[in-house]
């Protein structure tokens, strides 16, 4: 493998960077999104509980509808809704909020999945720029300068730097590309169950109200 990075040139260490730092994103989404990290047990029973005790205009401390807060990534909606129905707000300035809380709990399951995309658009070109610079080698050689044949030796070092950058910035495209396709659907998957959960709990609170989502 090492061999093979000497050959390629130094256009393929950005390649290689950048290959890096996305399977460290695949692997941080793919702990992040899951299910039971997103919707730890008992997560939801904790919180509909919570919601029956103020439906009823029970007494709720502010300590346990902010540990709901802290309790998981999306917990900050589901507090938002109960903090509010705690505080005898009406459904409009509640469903508000709720609003404005949801914007950022959505920003957490798309974290870096824009930077992924990037990846998977950049790869490709970064191994083009790497097969121009081998064919700068190779035409640009003293040899070719001269109208003479250049050394064989430089002939196939820019013809591996050529092929080696392609390969390898295909090589990273094609996984960044259906990863973050997956990671998307996954995101999006959480969202869909996040947003259900909150109109159930959102009229276990208001009754009343309109569907928030």
């Known amino acids: 493998m090492y061999t093979i990075l000497l050959s390629a040139g130094w256009p393929i260490w950005p390649l290689l960077l950048i290959s890096i730092i996305g399977l460290a994103i695949v692997l941080e989404r793919l702990w992040f999104l899951r299910q039971i990290h997103i919707f730890p047990k008992n997560s939801l029973e904790t919180t509909f509980g ?9 007494m709720v401390s502010n300590e346990e509808i902010t540990a709901i807060g802290q309790l ?16 005898g707000s009406n459904a409009a300035d509640a469903l508000e909020e709720l609003q404005a809380t ?3 709990t959505w920003i957490k399951l798309d974290r870096y999945l824009a930077a992924l995309a990037t990846i998977a658009t950049v790869a ?12 700068i080698e190779i035409f640009g050689s003293q040899g070719a300068i001269n109208g003479a044949v250049g ?14 950058n392609t390969a390898f910035g295909l090589m990273i495209a094609i996984p960044a590309l259906v ?28 009754p009343q109200s309109a569907n928030p989502t």
């Open 102 to 104: 949801a914007l950022t």
């Open 124 to 135: 490709p070109l970064l191994g083009l720029f790497g097969t121009v610079v081998g064919m």
């Open 72 to 87: 998981f990534p999306v917990g900050p909606l589901f507090a938002c809704a109960l903090h509010e129905k705690a505080n």
């Open 179 to 206: 990863a973050w396709r997956g990671l998307r659907a996954m995101a999006n998957q959480r969202r869909h169950e996040c947003e259900e959960f909150t109109r159930q709990l959102f009229k276990k609170l208001y």
């Open 151 to 164: 050394s064989p030796q430089q002939l196939a070092h820019g013809i591996s730097v050529a092929l080696y």
């Open 50 to 58: 919570i919601a029956n005790l103020l439906s009823q205009q029970k």
